[in-house]
C-alpha cells in the first residue's frame, strides 16, 4: 500500500481551529498520532509557526520540536532539570515561510549588522555568516 500523500493526510487529520493573540492557532491530530500545530498572523496571513510532536516510546506526549518560527523560550515552559544547556547567548537560526519566499533569521548576533556579510555556498548547499574578522558560522540549506 503506496503511503498516501501530504494532502490526503491533512484532510483526514482531526482538526481545531482558535482564534487568539491575533493569530489563527491550528492544531492537527493526525491518524499516526503525531500533532501538528500552526499560528497564523490574522492580519497578514502568514506562517508565524509550526511544531510537530510525536508520541514517546512508552505513549506519552513527546516534546514539541519547532520547525518554523521560534522556539518557545525556557522560562515560560516547565522547568527542566538539565545539566548542560547552550549558552543563551549563541546565535539562533530559524526559518520563516511567506506566499512569495522562504527565509533565514538570525537571533542573538553580538555585533552590528554591518560587521556581518553573507553568501551561499552551492556545492556545500550551506549559508555562511562570516564577520570582519574573518569568523565564520555555517548551516545547511535544506532540501
Known sequence: M??????ERL?????????QDGKRKIHYLFEDGKEMAEE???????????????????????????????PASPLLGALESELIKESSSNPVFMRKDTLTSFQWRIRNLP??????SVSVEKEQRCCVVRTTNKKSVRTALPG
Open 2 to 7: 503506496a503511503v498516501p500523500g501530504w494532502l
Open 11 to 19: 484532510r483526514a487529520a482531526g482538526k481545531t481551529a482558535l482564534l
Open 40 to 70: 497564523y498572523d490574522v492580519k497578514t496571513g502568514q506562517l508565524v509557526s509550526r511544531k510537530w510532536r510525536e508520541k514517546s516510546t512508552l505513549g506519552g506526549s513527546g516534546k514539541w520540536q519547532v520547525e518554523v518560527g521560534e
Open 111 to 116: 555585533y552590528p549588522k554591518e560587521v556581518y
